[in-house]
């Protein structure tokens, strides 16, 4: 692995990318394994990698995901709505399940904390 103040390249896991649309649902990369002369590298299969937008009301929301078993464009471009489909209903269960994590969240004052002076304990006169 890479040292974190190191950016360098990994010789032996290179890709070329091209990149599909159809400018209305989303787009569709290639990435063709490549040895480090550029030439593509047989032994190793292309990926796939669809991206669509959803529209949220925090704003535009970019989801990626690998299209499953896809050995060609072809089989890609077959597969891409229900990889496009699954990768939604995931990621709004990831989204739903945040916001329930956020909304069980307890506050706890710290001690001292507060305008009450004492850490917050009421005092008989």
Same mark, same amino acid.
Request: hydrophobic share 35%.
């Given at each position: +692995? ?11 896991? $290179? ?8 400018? &209305?649902?989303?787009? %569709?990369?290639? $990435?063709?394994?490549?040895? !480090? ?25 970019? =989801? ?7 050995? !060609? ?21 990831? %989204?739903?399940? $945040? ?5 069980? &969240?307890?506050? =706890? ?6 305008? %009450? /002076? /004492?850490?917050?304990? =009421?005092? +008989?006169?």
């Amino acid at each position: +692995m890479n040292n974190p103040t190191e950016a360098r390249f990994n010789a032996d896991d $290179l890709y070329r990318e091209d990149v599909y649309t159809d400018r &209305q649902v989303g787009t %569709l990369r290639a $990435l063709t394994p490549v040895t !480090t002369s550029g030439a593509p590298d047989p032994t190793r299969q292309t990926l796939y990698v669809g991206q669509i937008s959803v529209v949220t009301p925090m704003g535009t929301l970019p =989801i990626s995901f690998e299209v499953d078993g896809a050995e !060609t464009l072809a089989a890609a471009i077959e597969g891409f709505s229900a990889g496009a489909q699954k990768a939604m209903d995931d990621t709004m269960r990831e %989204l739903q399940q $945040l916001r329930r994590e956020a909304g069980s &969240q307890i506050v =706890i004052p710290e001690a001292g904390g507060g305008g %009450l /002076g /004492g850490g917050g304990r =009421i005092r +008989m006169p």
